[in-house]
């Protein structure tokens, strides 16, 4: 019989062959698509279940991440009232017998743990991370922290309020017998209500004050013509700086700072949300490759196994040698342990996507386990236009944006500084205008001689009578005839001989100027770095999801032709177990090359600054300008 005749014989019978025997190797292993297989092949009799079967989770819309500037209202004491002021007390001295939540971790819920699984699409799994991940809440924090910087920042504007009441008494000995005219004690007391407020002038950094001041005193001495007396007092006052910390709204300077250091903070806030939804990306594709993975690695061990189990029938019944069922076992062992290191492979990346999603609505301490609905998409085109990605990253990378704002705010600390290396030239001024009113006794001091008196019954040696008798009332209502008033015009001057700690902190500054402005260079130059290895990636992405997947079809092709071929006798078990692992060898590579392809997808987008446009996540930059009435003047 000739060879070819062999052949064509054996391509009849071996159908047969196959059609009829009862350990035939897995028929999905030997299609000859070029395509995964996407339902999952039965485990290992060792293995532990993996597929989940898990139901969808409910519609997820689109998270809330822009952080409103009301947002911090739940951390400001609003209730300034007076009635407050008792809890706000007693919350003083019970810090040390608080606890944080964090510190009280019982047993039982360190053991619970949500056993049901939820099947998510990828923009679900970043849309429900957005909401429940710790770290990103805790990032939302820093915009709100800078939010209050500014009102800080504006409280140097706040009108201030001061008041004082006071009661002074002093009884000391007499010295003299014409103090008191007799009396051992010399008596004196006196009563203070002052009120004041004053202001920083957000106009000229000008400070101007108004005081009044209120007295009322009396004594036991018989030289007090007006005993008791009110002297109510009232004064205007301005500081006008002229050199140093002058400038039409320079007095802002410090809250444009602020302001400033509010938009970096919620453009490094958006790169954090840039980073985490890429970061949830990469997680999510990593869980599909060791699923994927593990499919490989069940169908290599089921192929092994069926091999192992043809070969024990052709040895018994001696038409194979005792090695080559050997090499299949060790093939088989092999696959087996590969298909446990694929499970916990699976296990380890669902944990962490797990715990990083936080899908966990009975707030248990393991959230709910997710399976991924999406499956990498190696024919979906993604555009490559070079000029266009780096015109995006200039537009919309945070990053890059939260530098360029770091410059300006860099630029007004310069300005600052430079200001302050000029002389303290300060220009002061103070009008007040006072009264007094009381009682105007009749008193006498030396023998006939009286004071504060008219001449009456014809007696010649009578005093004059102070025009200043009357109540607290009559003293108000004399202060507004500006009788008596008082003035004073000060200009002062201050400034050190060699400057060195201005003049030092003026370097500093523009050097911090020069820094940002070189990082901002730096950046960009990586930026540009970034995004043109994106576009490379991607492209060779494509390129390799397509050639491993031609590489797959020709290797099943490869290992089904050998199997023909081994059934016949014309091929050895080292032969087909060759094939066999170039097969599952380029399967694992079109899985990982799929894989790669969608997490370029992922860094072209993060590279472009566009990653959240692209999961429809809309982030605004909130205005940080919250001018109080206060600060406006």
Not at 183 to 202: I, L, N, P, R
């Amino acid at each position: 019989m000739t060879f070819k005749k062999f052949v064509v014989i054996a391509l009849v019978i071996v159908p047969m062959i196959a059609a009829g025997a009862k350990s035939s190797f897995a028929q999905e292993s030997l299609k000859v698509t070029g395509e995964l297989p996407r339902t999952p092949l039965p485990p290992p009799v060792t293995s532990g279940q993996i597929e989940l079967n898990a139901p969808p989770v409910e519609p997820q819309a689109a998270p809330e991440v822009n952080t409103p500037n009301g947002a911090t209202a739940q951390f400001e004491q609003r209730d300034g009232s007076v009635a407050s002021l008792p809890s706000i007390l007693a919350h003083q001295w019970s810090l040390t017998k608080e606890v944080p939540p964090e510190a009280l971790v019982s047993e039982r819920y360190l053991r619970s743990a949500e056993n049901q699984a939820r099947k998510v699409t990828l923009k679900e799994a970043i849309y429900i991370a957005l909401r429940n991940n710790p770290s990103v809440q805790a990032a939302v924090l820093d915009p709100l922290a800078s939010v209050e910087t500014i009102k800080e920042a504006n409280g140097a504007f706040d009108p201030n309020l001061s008041a004082q009441a006071d009661e002074i008494k002093s009884v000391t000995p007499t010295t003299s017998i014409l103090e008191t005219g007799g009396a051992e004690s010399y008596v004196q007391k006196s009563y203070d209500w002052d009120f004041g407020v004053s202001k920083v002038s957000a106009l000229t950094n000008g400070t101007f004050g108004v005081t009044f001041e209120n007295n009322r005193s009396a004594s036991n001495s018989i030289f007090a013509s007006i005993n008791p007396s009110y002297t109510p007092t009232l004064e205007l006052s301005l500081s006008q700086p002229l050199l140093q910390g002058f400038g039409w709204n320079f007095a802002t300077i410090n809250v444009r700072i602020a302001e400033s250091g509010q938009k970096q903070a919620q453009w490094t806030y958006e790169q954090t949300l840039e980073d985490f939804v890429q970061r949830i990306g990469q997680e999510y594709w990593n869980v599909v490759l060791a699923e994927e993975n593990l499919q490989v690695a069940r169908a290599a061990l089921k192929f092994n196994q069926d091999l192992v189990r043809q070969n024990e029938i052709s040895v018994k019944v001696g038409t194979l040698a005792p090695l080559d069922l050997q090499e299949a076992q060790s093939a088989s062992a092999t696959a087996e342990a590969n298909v446990f290191t694929a499970e916990a492979n699976l296990q380890s990346s669902r944990a962490q996507l797990r715990q990083d999603v936080m899908l966990n609505p009975a707030q248990t301490f393991l959230p709910e386990n997710l399976e991924p609905a999406t499956r990498p998409n190696p024919h979906e085109q993604i555009p490559e236009n070079e000029e266009q990605a780096l015109e995006l990253a200039v537009e919309y990378l945070p990053s890059l944006a939260s530098m360029r704002e770091a410059i300006r705010s860099a630029l007004l600390q310069v300005h600052l500084e430079e200001n302050s290396t000029l002389p303290q030239l300060n220009l002061g001024a103070q009008f007040g205008i006072t009264s007094t009113a009381g009682t105007t006794p009749c008193t006498t001091i030396i023998s006939s001689i009286t004071g504060n008196c008219t001449p009456t019954g014809g007696a010649t040696n009578g005093g004059f009578k102070l025009p200043f008798g009357g109540i607290y009332g009559d003293a108000l209502n004399r202060l507004w005839n500006f009788t008596w008033y008082n003035y004073a015009a000060v200009i002062s001057f201050q400034m050190p001989l060699d400057n060195a700690t201005a003049r030092a902190a003026l370097a500093q500054a523009r050097i911090m100027y020069e820094q940002s402005r070189l990082t901002y260079r730096a950046s960009l130059s990586q930026a540009v770095v970034n995004v043109q290895s994106a576009i490379a990636n991607l492209f060779a992405d494509q390129q390799r999801a397509e050639a491993t997947a031609s590489a797959t079809y020709y290797a099943r092709q490869a290992l089904h032709d050998e199997f023909v071929q081994f059934r016949v006798g014309m091929a050895t078990t080292h032969d087909l177990l060759q094939y066999q692992e170039e097969e599952v060898s380029a399967e694992g590579n079109q899985v990982q090359a799929e894989v790669d392809l969608e997490n370029a997808k992922l860094a072209l987008r993060h590279a472009e600054g566009t990653i959240l446009q692209e999961f429809n996540i809309e982030f605004e930059l909130q205005n940080p300008k919250q001018r109080p009435w206060y600060a406006r003047f």
